[in-house]
């Protein structure tokens, strides 16, 4: 498989096992727990008001619960000024402990008061189950005489409470009952803003934090002038004492709770002012993860090297996060951590796969070069995607040379002394081949083979031949006048090269290769590199290395030849030095 296809079916897989895994709601607690570091503080409609059954008027109304006559006198005093509609959060679900004098108190006075009155009932054993209407064992409903005034109207005040323990959604109905909230916003005439819910289980726009919603305390209502302050207001009752427990985490508590009623209060005001959370389309969403995953994929299929396709990717996946904070802000909530972990996992994916995969033949080539090339062709080799190891003919300039009465050099020393002789030697000898941008290909007993114009193209080829060649007669005066000066014998050499077509690549057994020349132009010049002891030369060349020589040489020409295996004859020339 050529490698943009695999790049765009690893990034495929990627996307398809995000999208599996959002299909299957997986990693839902982590996405509300980051979702939760995104809300915001938003405005408080100004319609909204708490009357707080607090800890101050607990302390002077007396012990909770208190007889419902005080809730009577409330709604009667509120009466004077009318509010758009009152919630009372308390569930009135037995008779007074005081008697059914008290009950019918406050039964009188719902019967009175001209504004609405929303009761909270509360459904129990709730069972939630996917695709079916919300089943309860029954409901905490208020006793009978509190039920059939024409301006009482009764809503559930059921939260649901995710498995970390904070609420984020309420049930919209539990039949028959509507929201608690819902109820009253919709009994106080204002136009529910944003449209009717259509969600079963609707998200809470939690507006500010516990206390930020205004409060008057219930006893200042009962027995001072703050009910005048109510006129036209929506009105919610409920307790916000610590010692009456009805408080809960919310995405805002960040330690503090906060009570029933201002989670009720939140909820009237997302109503009212038409704040929604609304899930981004199922389809757009899926197209987005796909997308999050085939971006880097591109990015690796342009960029060669693996750590700016990642750096690349991870720029583009600020992108990603940054476009999803801004369409919660606007009420739009798109799955935070299965958008990052498309585009994550792709990445995450493709470095491996290029890692293990596509740059196992890059560690192959460093591997087999390192040891014969400088470090300069080296990188140019690795970075160029036109290098394989496989055989291919490339047009090359090949060198061989040898050391002129070798034997009789080895019969005049000792072992030890002939291979540091020759460690020495071929020192000298490799650093001019790898100066000159040449692969060295092998030495063959005191012989070296190399070559110029593979496994990368080299246009200067026979000038970087030349040179090096020039360079190893040089470096060869220097080491004879080193072993004159040990009183030993000193070394001759021949070299011969030739330019031609030549096979390229991996030679060799499973267990062990090289990566060699082979070919005709090999054999001309290893033919052409014994015709010097023939000729008394060192450096021979064919013609074919002195046609695409750039620079100006001393060439001489010495004649032709007949090579193996060949039927025309080759030009031979001597380069003695450069001019």
């Keep these: 498989m050529k490698i943009p296809q695999a790049n765009i079916s690893v990034a495929l897989l990627a996307g398809l096992i995000v999208s599996a895994s959002f299909n299957f709601g997986l990693f839902t607690g982590w996405e509300y727990f980051l979702e939760d570091s995104l809300v915001s503080p938003k405005p408080i409609d100004k319609s909204l008001v708490i009357v707080a059954i607090d800890n101050e008027s607990i302390t002077r109304l007396g012990q909770w619960p208190w007889p419902r006559e005080i809730f009577a006198k409330a709604l009667l005093k509120m009466q004077e000024n009318s509010p758009a509609a009152v919630g009372l959060d308390v569930v009135f679900s037995e008779p007074s ?35 079916r209407p919300l089943a309860s064992g029954g409901f905490l409903l208020p006793i009978d005489n509190f039920r059939y005034s024409k301006n009482v109207f009764l809503g559930h005040v059921n939260l649901m409470i995710d498995k970390d323990g904070i609420v984020r959604k309420f049930p919209f109905e539990i039949s028959p009952y509507k929201s608690f909230s819902y109820e009253i916003v919709k009994k106080s005439g204002i136009t529910i803003s944003g449209g009717e819910l259509s969600e079963a289980f609707p998200r809470i726009v939690f507006s500010v934090q516990s206390g930020s919603v205004q409060r008057i305390p219930f006893w200042r209502v009962l027995e001072g002038d703050a009910a005048k302050f109510l006129e036209n207001k929506i009105v ?284 005709d132009t090999v054999n001309v010049a290893s033919r052409l590199e014994s015709l010097n002891k023939e000729y008394r030369t060192q450096l021979i060349v064919g013609e074919s290395v002195k046609n695409k020589a750039k620079e100006n040489y001393n060439f001489k020409f010495l004649g032709k030849v007949s090579v193996k295996g060949r039927k025309e004859e080759v030009n031979i020339y001597e380069v003695q030095n450069q001019t």
């Design 236 to 519: 919610l009752i409920g307790a916000t004492a610590p010692d009456l427990h009805d408080e809960k985490p919310t995405p805002f508590s960040q330690g503090t709770e906060m009570p029933g009623v201002e989670i009720q209060a939140n909820i009237a005001n997302m109503l009212v002012s038409g704040y929604r959370y609304s899930s981004l389309n199922r389809w757009v969403f899926f197209l987005w993860i796909f997308m999050a995953a085939l971006i880097p994929a591109l990015f690796f299929i342009i960029t060669k090297r693996s750590l700016v396709s990642v750096m690349l990717s991870l720029f583009v996946g600020f992108g990603h996060l940054i476009a999803v904070i801004l369409l919660f802000d606007k009420g739009i909530t798109a799955n935070i951590i299965h958008i990052n972990f498309s585009w994550i996992f792709s990445t995450a994916l493709l470095f491996s796969c290029r890692y293990f995969f596509i740059e196992k033949e890059k560690r192959q080539i460093r591997n087999i070069f390192s040891k014969y090339v400088s470090k300069e062709v080296l990188e140019n080799i690795l970075s160029s995607d036109k290098v394989t190891l496989g055989g291919e003919e490339k047009e090359i300039t090949v060198l061989f040379s040898d050391i002129r009465g070798f034997t009789s050099l080895s019969e005049k020393t000792t072992p030890t002394e002939l291979v540091a002789i020759l460690n020495k030697y071929f020192t000298l000898m490799t650093g001019e081949i790898l100066k000159n941008k040449g692969v060295l290909d092998k030495y063959i007993g005191d012989a070296i083979m190399a070559f110029w114009g593979a496994p990368l193209k080299d246009e200067n080829q026979a000038d970087n031949a030349i040179k090096a060649s020039l360079g190893m007669i040089e470096k060869l005066k220097d080491l004879n006048r080193e072993l004159i000066s040990l009183g030993k014998s000193e070394i001759n050499i021949g070299i011969g090269l030739y330019s031609g077509p030549a096979v390229v690549g991996n030679v060799g057994s499973e267990l062990r290769f090289d990566y060699t020349a082979m070919g």
């Design 97 to 131: 402990r005081i008697g059914a004098e008290d009950d019918f108190v406050l039964a009188k006075a719902l019967a009175k008061v001209s504004y609405p009155v929303v009761l909270a009932i509360e459904a129990k054993n709730l069972v939630i189950s996917e695709n």
